[in-house]
């Protein structure tokens, strides 16, 4: 049975801890015990070790041969036993017995959770070239839980896969390749190789359990797929039955290269988003040019009037029109101006819909938006007269 494997690494780091999955390390004996509680007085030769931290214990071990990360013969003084015991197990013994050494060396430090550490210890051993099938794949599949814990998860893939080359159904090495390959949001990958470690192994809980997981994110991953066609497809939907009513209702809409924001994010709409006859709701833009203000009206209908319009934006207290600026706001008192395809001004009656003045006047949109001018009757002529055309189409900037 043939596998394929992902080999690029990702910044994404793993859903859940994986470094205690499936076993600590291979031939690590996993109910050995951290604590010293209850334990007898150590021996005077290791009473030393009593108050040293981890680290503190760490250096003094690599002082003993079997746990010496390498052999520095310029500082051989000569008569040192451990040195001499260091050279002879670097230089005597069988392939097979050096790799074993090693292999040790990194379970102790794995245990230690000293995972770099434990990584260039298999390293060692997988250098010596065994070529024990078994020896060789435990150096591998070892090394490839410590780059798990540190993850390094294409290393942790490409040390799973020389374990397989040697040893196929090595259920640890599937699950630890499958693991690396779930950070990485490779699941159609790691889901491939779990389904084989289970052909091998059914009853793996560690396997069955990121199987699951895995076949669940798939599952969410495609709902979110398909939820966003969907949108998008309603969406599509939405923006053509738009565009008909626009054109039924011949309202033209002008794009400009600085469309104004909406306060709240209303948008040019029909009331029934799939029905072209529905009413067209409007976001508006009142401008009152005698004062410099302005006021935003989030949904004006099609069937609505200036006069309506002015009635909802000028209920305010009787303080506002007591101001000189706004004396002649009463909504009877003002008058309604929609600017024309030209750059150009044209009046709306108090009571002809919007809707109307489209149809009629061919007054256009601006990005979506209503642009309503509402003045003083008094100021009208004044500020009509004062309307410059060019001004008008140079700002708008069309597209």
Not at 1 to 25: H, K, N, R, V, W
Not at 53 to 68: N, Q
Not at 92 to 105: H, N
Request: include cysteine; glycine fraction near 4%.
């Amino acid at each position: 049975m043939g596998l394929c494997f992902f080999t690029q690494s990702s910044p994404y780091p793993p859903p859940f801890d994986y470094t205690y999955a499936m076993g600590e390390i291979t031939e690590i004996d996993e109910d050995s015990k951290d604590t010293m509680e209850g334990a007898p007085e150590l021996p005077p030769g290791m009473s030393k070790f009593a108050n040293m931290t981890s680290d503190e214990m760490l250096k003094e071990l690599k002082k003993s041969p079997f746990f010496m990360d390498e052999y520095d013969p310029s500082q051989d003084e000569g008569d040192n036993p451990q040195l001499e015991a260091l050279k002879s197990l670097q230089s005597e013994g069988t392939p097979d017995e050096r790799a074993e050494i090693f292999k040790e060396r990194g379970n102790d430090l794995y245990r230690g959770k000293k995972y770099k550490e434990a990584a260039e210890a298999y390293t060692q051993g997988i250098e010596v070239e065994c070529g024990t099938k078994y020896i060789e794949a435990a150096l591998y599949t070892n090394r490839a839980a410590c780059n798990l814990a540190l993850k390094n998860y294409a290393r942790c893939i490409r040390d799973c896969r020389q374990c397989l080359d040697r040893q196929p159904k090595n259920v640890k090495a599937l699950f630890r390749c499958a693991s690396a390959m779930f950070a990485i949001s490779k699941y159609d990958d790691a889901e491939k190789v779990l389904e084989y470690a289970v052909s091998i192994d059914n009853k793996s809980t560690a396997v069955n359990s990121l199987l699951k997981k895995v076949v669940e994110k798939k599952r969410s991953l495609e709902e979110a797929r398909e939820r966003k066609e969907r949108e998008a497809a309603e969406k599509k939907q939405r923006e053509g039955t738009l565009q008909k009513a626009l054109a039924a209702r011949e309202v033209i809409n002008i794009k400009t290269s600085l469309p104004a924001d909406t306060p709240d994010g209303s948008k040019l709409h029909l009331e029934d988003a799939n029905d072209v006859e529905s009413q067209l709701i409007i976001p508006t833009m009142v401008v009152y040019p005698t004062t410099g203000e302005f006021d935003f009206v989030a949904e004006v209908s099609e069937l609505s009037t200036p006069l309506q319009l002015a009635e909802i934006v000028m209920d305010r207290p009787d303080s506002y029109f007591e101001d000189d600026n706004h004396k002649n706001f009463r909504p009877k008192k003002l008058e309604a101006y929609l600017e024309t395809i030209s750059g150009g001004l044209i009046k709306i009656g108090k009571k002809v819909t919007f809707g109307k003045a489209f149809a009629q006047a061919h007054a256009p949109l601006f990005d979506g938006l209503l642009r309503v001018y509402l003045v003083p009757k008094v100021e009208a002529s004044s500020w009509v007269s004062k309307w410059d055309k060019r001004i008008a189409l140079g700002k708008r900037a069309v597209q």
